[in-house]
């Protein structure tokens, strides 16, 4: 029947890997690797540029640097986004679809012109102090080397999809050295589904991305984290603080949704990211932290060198300096984001716990909190967890209060929400 054949070639599970594919698969995670080392390039020198720093953290670059020199650079951001913002609106393919959606239902069909042009404005903001995350950038550079492969060699709509996606995993892969979380990430979030046809495609792409992005970055954790026991008190602050995390995760996906949908029309396009990223200027002020994608804090969070006051105002401000960035209209990744947002507010229940239960380690409580919201606001458990385990070192002997923190946040989100941040 007619309806049978064209369903068959756009269903992942029916393509046949033919050397054909393969090869096109091989340069997919190849190229991927080769412009996610080349971005995170670009992003170290903004930052470098904005922030006149050479060595040490970004964090660092930022808090060495005059609140007014933060000012400034957050308004030059601003005004950088703005025009760029102005200028996109003028490309044929501005209106298409995004990349979750691209994959998901326009079959890997991505709006070309005006990705390369956003994934660029992004992690340059980023590098300038955007309160938003730097995988974004290499996810869409990753699908759009994947989606051009894909055009040259006349794939049917079902091998386009497979090799988009492939193209963003490995991105995420590279983006932060986690190529098993890359690879699930493919098939749990983007494919949403798992077979030999899809799973094959998705670890090939994803280990070489990372393995050619070592050429030009780090091979080492992003994170460190010590090896910590597994006690009564963290079992139990797993069981108790994992609905907390799952409703404040459907808080952060409504915001961030909130964020998305609304995006500026006509002048405000230009205006709303100069008054937005000058507001977001000027609370770096007392609040650096505020500043960049929120990595250097997770590291502080897990370190716990966040003074109590500090911990509960960032536990508000961060997530909210995320999405108002995003109202502004201005693309970026919320990978890191959530894991901050995750990491704060589990450090800020895990120093309310140790009142009550002083053996309790609260370095643990911050990696279980990271985990927990970041399985439920992606709503990707398997892949949530796996990059918890690749991103820290020594975190593996956690692995059972963190799947209990997770399975207590995903059943609460579940019960107030069906969106997600993916």
């Known amino acids: ?179 098993f979380g890359g690879a699930l990430f493919t098939l749990e979030v983007l494919l949403e589904t798992v077979s030999v046809a899809t799973a094959l495609p998705a670890f090939t792409t994803s280990f070489l991305a990372t393995a050619v992005s070592w050429l030009m970055l780090p091979n080492e954790p992003t994170y460190q984290f010590p090896e910590l026991r597994v006690t009564g008190p963290l079992l139990l602050w797993a069981l108790v603080a994992g609905p907390i995390l799952g409703l404040a995760s459907v808080v952060f996906v409504r915001g961030i949704h909130w964020g998305k949908e609304y995006k500026p029309q006509g002048w405000m396009v230009f205006a709303l ?22 990595k250097n804090v997770v590291q502080l969070a897990f370190d716990v060198k966040l003074g109590v006051s500090l911990l509960c105002w960032l536990v508000v401000l961060r997530p909210l300096a995320t999405m108002f960035v995003l109202r502004a209209g201005v693309p970026g990744g919320l990978f890191t984001p959530t894991m901050t947002f995750g990491a704060l507010l589990g450090a800020a229940l895990g ?43 020594h975190a593996s002997p956690l692995i059972v209060p963190l799947l209990i923190a997770v399975c207590g946040a995903m059943l609460t989100f579940r019960q107030f929400e069906t969106k997600s941040t993916s």
């Open 351 to 393: 120093q309310a716990w140790s009142t009550a239960f002083p053996a309790a380690d609260k370095r643990g409580c911050a990696l279980l909190g990271t985990g927990a919201v970041l399985a439920s606001c992606t709503q990707a458990p398997v892949s949530s967890v796996v990059f918890i385990l690749e991103l820290t070192d």
């Open 273 to 294: 990211p100069v008054a937005i990223f000058a507001a977001l200027g000027l609370l770096a002020i007392p609040f650096p932290q505020l500043l960049g994608n929120g």
């Open 1 to 179: 029947m007619p309806g049978v054949e064209e369903a068959t070639p756009t269903d992942p599970n029916h393509l046949v890997l033919g050397p054909r594919i393969w090869l096109l698969v091989v340069l997919t995670g190849a190229g991927a690797g080769l412009t996610s080392g080349l971005l995170m390039k670009l992003l170290r020198l903004a930052q470098h540029l904005s922030f006149h720093y050479q060595q040490g953290s970004f964090l660092a670059g930022v808090e060495g640097v005059s609140g007014l020199h933060r000012v400034i650079v957050l308004v030059c951001a601003g005004v950088l986004a703005g025009l760029v913002l102005l200028a996109v609106r003028r490309i044929r393919d501005h209106g298409g679809p995004g990349l979750n959606e691209a994959i998901r239902d326009h079959a890997g069909e991505l709006p070309e012109r005006s990705m390369t042009v956003k994934a660029i404005l992004s992690i340059l903001v980023v590098g300038m102090g955007a309160a938003i995350g730097r995988e974004a950038s290499l996810k869409e550079a990753g699908g759009l080397v994947g989606k051009k492969l894909a055009d040259l060699a006349r794939l049917t709509p079902a091998q386009r999809k497979l090799l988009v996606a492939c193209g963003v995993g490995a991105g995420m892969a590279a983006a932060y050295n986690v190529p």
